[in-house]
């Protein structure tokens, strides 16, 4: 069992750390443990890459994110894969134009259920348990609906960084 106790940087966010990624993948070197978004935040797990036993044994506070390095050898890369989950998507429409009551809604709305956000641009997206949310959420911002997409979609979710949450 191979002890990992940092993470060594992120191929998503270091160029020279992809460009490596790249090259040991063209080469069969590349391995990658799975883990759920909910583990991304625990500093102390075992876990199996293609083919090593690994014990995660990281500083507390450490969150994993989609593409962390962990191992990093002449022969062997390990790089974290968040596991692809259900989302819900909320696109705010540019029809709204100094309207303030929708994104106060929106995040009044979210903000009483706890849930872990991302943003980018006019689209919030959280995680979601159930289809049946997407119905709720539609109901729940119903006198806004008109100026809202609202959509299920499966991906690896990422909270905002700058934002503390711990999920109920």
Known sequence: M????SVIG???????????????SSKNCCERIKISRLESQRSRMRKRSE?????????????LKHGDV???TENKMVVVEIEAE?????????NIHEDIEVP?????????????IRIEKRKIY????????????????????????IKKRMMVFEPEERMEMYEH
């Not at 044994?57 to 450490?62: D, K, M």
């Not at 259900?86 to 540019?94: D, Q």
């Not at 959280?126 to 959420?137: G, K, L, N, R, S």
Request: hydrophobic fraction near 40%; charged fraction near 30%; aromatic fraction near 4%.
């Open 126 to 149: 959280f995680p979601i348990q159930a289809d049946t949310e997407v119905e709720m959420f539609k109901k729940l911002l119903e006198p806004v609906n008109e100026y809202l997409d």
């Open 86 to 94: 259900n989302v819900l998507m909320i696109e705010i429409k540019e």
């Open 10 to 24: 992120n191929i998503n966010k270091d160029k020279k750390l992809k460009e490596k990624y790249d090259e040991m």
């Open 51 to 63: 083919g090593m036993d690994l014990a995660l044994t990281l500083p507390q506070g450490t969150r």
């Open 104 to 116: 106060i809604m929106v995040g009044h709305t979210i903000g009483n259920l706890h849930r872990p």
């Open 2 to 5: 191979i002890i990992v106790d």
């Open 70 to 72: 962990i191992i990093l």
